[in-house]
Structure formats: C-alpha cells, structure tokens
C-alpha cells in the first residue's frame, strides 16, 4: 500500500487547480462532440452507405445537417444531465448511467426535431437512428473509461486533485483520510485536520497533523491552499458545528461537505431521500447495489456459469479419481461458512485431507492431493456456491466463524457482500499491504467491476504457472495459514482465515 505522506509542502494553488480542470472538462467537450459526430456518421456508413443493403431514397444533404445539429443537441443533454460537474466524474457507475441517458436523450431530441420539421422527401432510416444511439453510448462511453485511466495516472503526479481539511480528528475523520490517502486515484490530499479537543501539532495519521482549531478555518484554508473541506459531525462541539454550517464557504475559496460520521461504522453505503423536503439517510442492506449489484451478478453469473461448464468434464475426472484413490472418503467437503448478512452455508471443496492410511501431519497427502491444494483446484465445487448466489468468484475470505474479528464494525463490514474464491489477498501490486484484513476491508469498500478483473487475471496466471510451470508448495502467508489449518492445527481451524 502506498505510504502515507505529508502534503502541506509545495502545494498545487487552488487556482491551479481550478486551471487543470477547466482544462478537463473543455477536453471533455470536445472529445464528446467527436465521439457524437464520429457515431452518427459510422451510423450512417453502416446503414446506409452500402454495407447493409439500403434501397430507398436517401438525402445526404438531410442527412448531413440532422449530424451536424445533433452534436449541440447531445452536448446540451450532457451537460443538464451533469456530465461536466467535478462531483459527477471520474468515479463509481454514475457517468456511465448518465451518458446512457445523455444519448438517449439527445437522439429523442433529434426524432422531434424530424417529425416537427416536416422535411420534404425525408424520412430518416429507423436503422440508422438505432445504431447511431448504439454507437454513440459505446463511443462516448469508451472515451471517457480511458480519459478516467489516463486522469488516475495525473492523479499519481498530483494534477487534479484536491487539498483537503478533515474537520474532526476521532476515529471516523482518520478512518476517511486513511481510505483517501491510501488510494493513489482518489484525487483527496489530506493537508491536516482541525479539532476541539486534540492538541495543536499531534501527529493524526503518519505525519498528518491537527493544525489548528475548526474557529481558524478561514484562515487555514487560505494557508493551505486547501479545495475541500470534510466536517465529520460527530467529531466537533455543537457550537463549531453550527458556525462551521452556517459559513460562506464559497466566499472563502473552497467546498464545505459534511460527513454523517458512521463512515467506519458502516460499508454498505447510503442513499439521500427526500421526504416533503426533509433529507434523509437511507442505510443499505448490502455494499453493492443498484447498477453495481448487476454488474457483479453479470460477472458472477455468467462468468461463473461459462466457468462450470468448461471445467464440469475436468472437474468429474478429479472426482473419479479421488474416489478410487480413497473409495470410503468423501469426494467433497462441506463447510459452514458465514455469508452476506451473517447467513451460513456450506462451502464445497474438493477432499484434500490425508486418507485414514497416511500420517495426519504435514504435507503427507497423496500427489493428487498435493496437485490441487498448490494450484487451487479444489476449490473448483465452490463454483456451484456461486451459481447458488452464495459467493461471488471475487470477494473477501470465506470465514467459518468471526469469533476472532473482535471489532463489531468490522464484522458487520466482512457480512456486507459475499465472500468470494479468490480476493484481494492475491494482488501483488502496490495496493496490496502486509495485512490481509486491511486489503479485505479497503476493496469491500473501494468497490468497482474493474477491481474484479485484475484479480481475476492475477488468479488465472498463478493457476497457469502452478500447473505447467512450477510444482512449488504455497507460499503465499494466507495460503500458508490454510495448509497450517487443514493439517491439524486444531486451536485455528474454528476461524479459518482462507
């Protein structure tokens, strides 16, 4: 994980800032006009400039101007729809769900104008409208999923960011700047925090200070250069709350943002509602909802399906064969592990365990056995947990008990999505830590359908390397712990860390 850094010292001018991403969003215009114009025009290739046969009259000049006014059309639903809004890029699903409706909307502007036009000797190809509503969410979409990956790479050199101060030092104000500072792509530098009742100069977070009191904000936020500031609730007096709320805070040059101060407490995330105008927090029931629940179903389901039955004639074989290798044992274990929201199933794994025969320490098990502990493939069964919507391919470890996690938020954190076949603790990247309950907690939280796939990728090269290019035993520190818990270590196997 990356260190943690001071950066109150040669910071980047709030107008500086500013500067980069105006130049951004100009970029971003331009590159959707592009991307708008190059859609229809393919559109119009394919439909009608003779790769799909296409026999009625066609009015190029209709055709020519219906593009060209389609480009202003499209960009204006962008921009009322929030696409040019720093709070609205560079982060979650939410983009992607309003270029869909940008599109979309933009193309319903477009049949308007056609039918209240009344355009003589002109009726635009149904085709050509489809696919150019097609081409245009693909197109639009792409370009902005690669300006975010080259936007992450500013980010690491510190270009689009924003300084910020986290008012309140408790738990949850060091729990936030943690979760920032820790990710190189948040675009959130943490210059320090204000607070009533820690001292001026105590060492918050690494070499993250309290540099004041919440009174001397104004004056802060004009030393430190400071965009944003975070005021975790429950950390401040009552009387610094009400006279931090009630600033103008736009006058003073930044963002004044309130956190509800349950953010350590709580994974699964929130939606604001609003009831006769009255704003209120609705808790879910799960971290991944909405748009990204059925992202994940998408790779779980189809993914996992396509998977079991690739592997379902190999998997059959290994069955056999353990059964004739051992005809009085179980082909499969059974588990009871805890899932989403603390409900319990069994876990399938295929029987590694040494047979009566054979000594019950160490690594005494028969090559078969060995086999497929040190590639994994005895987790194959576990893909019909999958199927069965009880664990996803990527998640945190499964846990037979959470005995050993003492930390109720914690808990509650694990029991927030399901627990997967392989996780976080396979990357070797520079997100990955020393500790494998901190890389377990940072991705349930920092969750997105493109944390998945390098994991994915991770597992499926060490699956490669260890059935065709090593016959090493694992030495990874968890799979270490799985083999200490399968070879008889009976005072860890009640919370089998997997």
């Known amino acids: 994980m990356r260190k943690i850094e001071s950066l109150t010292t040669d910071p980047i001018t709030s107008s500086t800032n500013r500067r980069q991403w105006r130049a951004l969003i100009i970029a971003l215009l331009i590159l959707d006009a592009l991307c708008v114009l190059g859609s229809l025009a393919l559109a119009y290739v394919i439909r009608i400039d003779g790769v799909i046969p296409y026999y009625a009259t066609v009015n190029n000049e209709a055709y020519r101007n219906l593009v060209i006014l389609a480009v202003p059309l499209f960009l204006a639903c962008f921009a009322i729809l929030g696409l040019y809004q720093r709070d609205n890029l560079l982060g979650g699903v939410v983009e992607y769900k309003q270029v869909v409706k940008g599109c979309t909307a933009g193309l319903m502007l477009l049949v ?15 085709g050509w409208l489809v696919l150019s509503w097609v081409l245009s969410i693909a197109m639009v979409g792409t370009m902005r999923f690669f300006v975010r990956r080259i936007v992450y790479r500013l980010r690491e050199m510190g270009w689009l960011t924003s300084r910020v101060l986290i008012v309140g030092a408790n738990d949850q104000g060091v729990a936030i700047a943690e979760q920032w500072m820790s990710n190189p792509y948040s675009g959130m530098q943490v210059v320090g925090f204000l607070d009533d009742f820690k001292t001026v100069g105590s060492v918050v977070l690494d070499n993250i200070r309290v ?4 009174s001397a904000l104004n004056e802060l936020s004009r030393l430190y250069h ?18 931090l709320v009630t600033r103008d805070a736009k006058a003073q040059g930044y963002i004044l943002r309130l956190s509800p101060g349950f953010y350590e407490l709580l994974t699964t995330g929130v939606a604001v509602t609003t009831k006769t105008f009255v704003p209120l927090l609705t808790i879910h029931d799960s971290r991944i909802v909405g748009i990204d629940a059925f992202l994940k179903c998408l790779l779980d389901y189809g993914l996992g399906g396509l998977l079991a039955l690739v592997s379902l004639p190999f998997g059959v074989a290994i069955a056999l064969a353990l059964k004739l290798r051992n ?3 179980p082909v499969l274990t059974r588990t009871r592990i805890i899932g989403r929201g603390g409900k319990p199933f069994s876990m399938l794994r295929f029987n590694t365990q040494p047979s009566p025969a054979q000594p019950s320490t160490g690594y005494s098990r028969g090559k078969l056995e060995r086999w497929l502990r040190m590639t994994g493939l005895d987790k194959l069964p576990q893909l019909w947990n999958v199927l069965r919507g009880q664990m ?7 846990r037979a008990s959470l005995s050993r996690v003492t930390d109720m938020h914690t808990m509650h954190n694990l029991q927030a999505v399901k627990p997967g076949i392989v996780g976080p603790w396979m ?35 060490m699956l490669f390397n260890r059935m065709f290019r090593a016959n090493k035993r694992p030495s990874h520190p968890v799979e270490q712990e799985e083999e200490w818990l399968l070879s008889g270590d009976k005072s860890l196997k009640e919370d089998a860390l997997y």
């Open 211 to 214: 540099i004041g009191r919440p």
């Open 327 to 329: 005809p009085h044992a």
């Open 427 to 461: 990357r070797k990247d520079h997100l990955a830590s020393p500790d494998p309950l901190r890389d377990e907690l940072s991705y349930i939280r920092n969750w997105q359908i493109w944390t998945d796939l390098p994991i994915l990728f991770e597992a499926a090269n």
């Open 226 to 243: 400071v965009d944003e500031v975070i005021v975790v609730s429950t950390a401040v007096a009552w009387e610094s709350f009400g006279e």
């Open 112 to 126: 308007v104008y056609v039918v209240f036009a009344r355009m003589a000797d002109f009726d635009p190809s149904r």
């Open 392 to 398: 996803s391919l990527v998640g945190p470890r499964p």
